[in-house]
């Protein structure tokens, strides 16, 4: 099991938002902080670079497929998750900047080389949260992780999804919009959903558990951690 990845209450639907799994994981320097942590008075992301690629054609930027080796360690130095453990140590690749693998990743593997390899400090508030992950991630956990860019490529150009979910164009969702989201997104697939049964209403209540930050009831832009940009 991949634990970094979002576990997805409504992966069948399709969505790539945050779920009850995670919280909502760069610059290429030594111990470099996500600046936009910075004065916030919180534990922030910092990047080391274990090696240097030798040649870099292009940088990872959101929306690639990126092909890894990575291994996860609790901050006490013990190994939780390894790639390269398992059977034929298959690399894992996931498209950046859409919502597949936690904020720590999604950040600290920005702008990085093929043949590079970095380590990820990664504070809970960017990794699993106070929920942490299943018997495996404790709540409140800080991660390291030592990842290796085996590949690069370009990915499909992701949908924008707050656009499809926000019906009036108010640049917010409500809990209707996002009800209706998640029926017509079933009905697509064939899958029947009943929008007033208690399962529906714990999918959207731990939804906006997570994506309403200011807890007004609605789900703004900047608040939605789905793909939302168009020009990505």
């Given at each position: 099991?991949?634990?970094?990845?979002?576990?997805?209450?409504?992966?069948?639907?399709?969505?790539?938002?945050?779920?009850?799994?995670?919280?909502?994981?760069?610059?290429?320097?030594?111990?470099?902080?996500?600046?936009?942590?910075?004065?916030?008075?919180?534990?922030h992301l910092k990047i080391e670079v274990?090696?240097?690629?030798?040649?870099?054609?292009?940088?990872?930027?959101d929306s690639d497929i990126l092909v890894?080796?990575?291994?996860?360690?609790?901050?006490?130095?013990?190994?939780?998750?390894?790639?390269?453990?398992?059977?034929?140590?298959?690399?894992?690749?996931?498209?950046?900047?859409?919502?597949?693998?936690?904020?720590?990743?999604?950040?600290?593997?920005?702008?990085?080389?093929?043949?590079?390899?970095?380590?990820?400090?990664?504070?809970?508030?960017?990794?699993?949260?106070?929920?942490?992950?299943?018997?495996?991630?404790?709540?409140?956990?800080?991660?390291?992780?030592?990842?290796?860019?085996?590949?690069?490529?370009?990915?499909?150009?992701?949908?924008?999804?707050?656009?499809?979910?926000?019906?009036?164009?108010?640049?917010?969702?409500?809990?209707?919009?996002?009800?209706?989201?998640?029926?017509?997104?079933?009905?697509?697939?064939?899958?029947?959903?009943?929008?007033?049964?208690?399962q529906q209403e714990k999918v959207l209540?731990?939804?906006?558990?997570?994506?309403?930050?200011?807890?007004?009831?609605?789900?703004?832009?900047?608040?939605?951690?789905?793909?939302?940009?168009?020009?990505?």
């Amino acid at each position: 099991m991949y634990l970094f990845v979002k576990c997805a209450c409504v992966t069948v639907l399709g969505l790539n938002l945050l779920s009850v799994c995670l919280s909502l994981p760069q610059q290429q320097q030594q111990q470099q902080p996500d600046p936009s942590n910075q004065g916030a008075g919180e534990p922030h992301l910092k990047i080391e670079v274990l090696i240097h690629a030798t040649d870099c054609p292009r940088k990872s930027k959101d929306s690639d497929i990126l092909v890894i080796h990575y291994e996860g360690f609790y901050d006490n130095g013990t190994k939780f998750d390894s790639s390269r453990d398992r059977p034929g140590a298959i690399p894992f690749q996931f498209q950046l900047g859409v919502g597949q693998v936690i904020q720590g990743w999604e950040k600290g593997l920005l702008e990085m080389c093929q043949g590079e390899k970095r380590k990820l400090f990664v504070p809970s508030k960017l990794a699993y949260g106070e929920h942490g992950s299943g018997p495996v991630i404790a709540p409140n956990s800080d991660l390291v992780f030592e990842v290796e860019l085996i590949q690069v490529h370009d990915g499909p150009k992701p949908p924008n999804v707050f656009k499809m979910i926000d019906i009036d164009n108010d640049d917010h969702l409500t809990k209707d919009e996002m009800s209706m989201y998640l029926a017509r997104q079933a009905h697509a697939q064939g899958i029947p959903v009943d929008l007033a049964a208690k399962q529906q209403e714990k999918v959207l209540d731990n939804l906006f558990k997570f994506e309403d930050k200011n807890g007004d009831g609605k789900i703004s832009h900047e608040e939605f951690s789905g793909p939302k940009h168009e020009e990505l």
